[in-house]
Nanobody, 121 residues
Framework: QVQLVESGGGLVQAGGSLRLSCAVS??????MGWFRQAPGREREFVGT????????LYKNSVKGRFTISRDNTNNTVALQMDNLQPEDTAIYYC????????????????WGQGTHVTVSS
């Protein structure tokens, strides 16, 4: 069974940065995605990266602030978040999919437990 473990969440002031990491068990490479869910809101797409890093997609509101990268040797993916704003507060989830880059959560088969990100104003 594929396991995903996120780390790196926390509390940060507006304008600050956080780096989230996700470790994937095993050696199979997947398309990787990041999603988030704020209290009382639906889960939403944040970004995705293809297996070879040739394709990356981002939610419009995080473009230029968030960057996804991956290390296939260690089967990890990272989400660098800069200039964080209070509206970025959410639980962030890492996801792995067998298909191509996908902005819909239904395109991912495996999910992590989530890591909390809180941005204070």
């Amino acid at each position: 069974q594929v396991q995903l473990v996120e780390s790196g969440g926390g509390l940060v002031q507006a304008g600050g940065s956080l780096r989230l990491s996700c470790a994937v068990s095993g050696h199979t490479l997947y398309t990787m995605g990041w999603f988030r869910q704020a209290p009382g809101r639906e889960r939403e797409f944040v970004g995705t990266i293809s297996r070879d890093s040739s394709a990356r997609l981002y939610k419009n509101s995080v473009k230029g602030r968030f960057t996804i990268s991956r290390d296939n040797t260690n089967n990890t993916v990272a989400l660098q978040m800069d200039n964080l704003q209070p509206e970025d507060t959410a639980i962030y989830y890492c996801a792995a999919g067998r298909g191509g880059t996908e902005i819909y959560w239904t395109g991912y088969e495996y999910w992590g437990q989530g890591t909390h990100v809180t941005v204070s104003s």
